[in-house]
């Protein structure tokens, strides 16, 4: 039966071409912002996954700023308490020294004088963005280190914590006396325990240091890691993308081109009138 009123064959025309025009549209969506999902809409479960760890990244961005200062204030002390121990050689050379019955002892003790304040100098210096791990101020380092979500999707923060080595008190210099060979016999001793302190805090520091590299390229690959698996998840295929399109436009094409006939179809409906 035809029917100049129903035109079935159009309205299945115009369904067809309507779903070709949603798919082509959400094609180009795709190759202009390069994600296959873009919003909840799309597929809510992946999107709400992403989005999770879209925070966890930012979260291990604030960490990796964390480390590479704690890195760098870390590094500050080291590169002070290893100074220190080369001086505290060089003392050590000048008390050796002045055992001996025939030396400018005078001089010894000035040099020494100087070696001492050296070290002084250094421990105050030795600090980045006001934070001193060589002095008396009792100050740790506290180090964000990571952000550890649970499978329950609760968050706890981790840190790493630098013990400062307080070379202001430890290496009280003042037992040092190089101004005749009895007082430079009984300074060796000392020396030689002020030499182990400035030892023990460099290795100790070292230590922490090594911790705190180690982390930060952990977190820079659990970074990378989890942004490869953001792309996975809602990122879209480009070449399948492409071929998608191709193939959409031709439907396209023909989806109009039905849409004509069909329309045309109840103007056959006049023949039967002439």
């Known amino acids: 039966m035809s029917s100049i009123l129903t035109n079935n064959s159009a309205m299945v025309a115009l369904q067809t071409l309507k779903g070709i025009n949603q798919n082509l549209e959400k094609t180009q969506s795709e190759i202009s912002t390069g994600k296959e999902i873009a919003g909840a809409k799309d597929n809510s479960a992946i999107w709400a996954i992403s989005k999770v760890m879209e925070s966890d990244v930012s979260g291990f961005q604030a960490v990796s700023d964390s480390l590479a200062l704690g890195e760098s204030t870390v590094a500050v ?3 002070g308490a290893e100074q220190i121990t080369n001086i505290l050689n060089e003392i050590k050379g000048k008390v050796v020294a002045a055992t001996g019955e025939n030396v400018d002892y005078a001089k010894l003790t000035a040099d020494v004088t100087e070696l001492t304040n050296q070290v002084t100098s250094i421990i105050n210096a030795s600090q980045f ?16 280190s990571s952000i550890d979500r649970d499978n329950t999707g609760t968050v706890t923060a981790s840190n790493i914590t630098v013990a400062a080595v307080d070379f202001t008190s430890n290496l009280d210099l003042t037992d040092i006396d190089v101004s005749d060979s009895t007082q430079a016999e009984a300074s060796i001793v000392n020396i030689e325990a002020h030499i182990q302190t400035a030892v023990d805090g460099a290795a100790a520091l ?20 989890m942004k490869s698996g953001i792309g996975s998840l809602v990122d879209a295929d480009m070449e399948a993308a492409s071929a998608r399109l191709q193939a959409l436009q031709t439907q396209q094409q023909l989806g109009v081109q039905a849409l004509s006939i069909a329309n045309q179809a109840p103007q056959t409906i006049l023949s039967l009138f002439r």
């Open 77 to 79: 002390a080291l590169a």
């Open 129 to 144: 963005n006001g934070m001193n791990l060589l002095n008396d101020d009792g100050v740790n380092l506290t180090v964000l």
């Open 206 to 225: 070292g230590a922490s240091s090594k911790r705190i590299t180690d982390q930060s390229g952990f977190v820079t690959k659990v970074m990378d890691a």
